[in-house]
């Protein structure tokens, strides 16, 4: 896959990615806490290398771990008092 340009496999994480964008907005996202750091990078690992992980390993992580480890703009914890 190369970084710029319009290839088959670039256009495939594009579409990969927009389906993961609507998906979150078409949810609700859920309140809850955030996963411990330790957990966090447990699941994840190591994620700079001099090999790199490659597109398709670094999306799985976001939308495995990652994405789901945010909180909602709307989770009155985050909110200034």
Do not use: C
């Not at 496999?9 to 389906?19: G, L």
């Not at 993961?20 to 907005?25: A, H, N, S, W």
């Not at 490659?54 to 945010?70: I, N, Q, S, V, W």
């Amino acid at each position: 896959m190369e970084m710029f340009g319009l290839d088959a496999d670039n256009e495939a994480m594009v579409h990969k990615v927009v389906a993961q964008v609507l998906g979150r907005f078409a949810e609700q996202p859920e309140i809850r806490t955030a996963p411990r750091v330790e957990e966090l990078a447990a699941n994840v690992g190591e994620t700079i290398t001099p090999a790199g992980l490659g597109p398709d390993e670094a999306f799985r992580l976001y939308t495995e771990y990652l994405a789901p480890a945010r909180s909602p703009v709307t989770t009155p914890a985050i909110w200034p008092s």
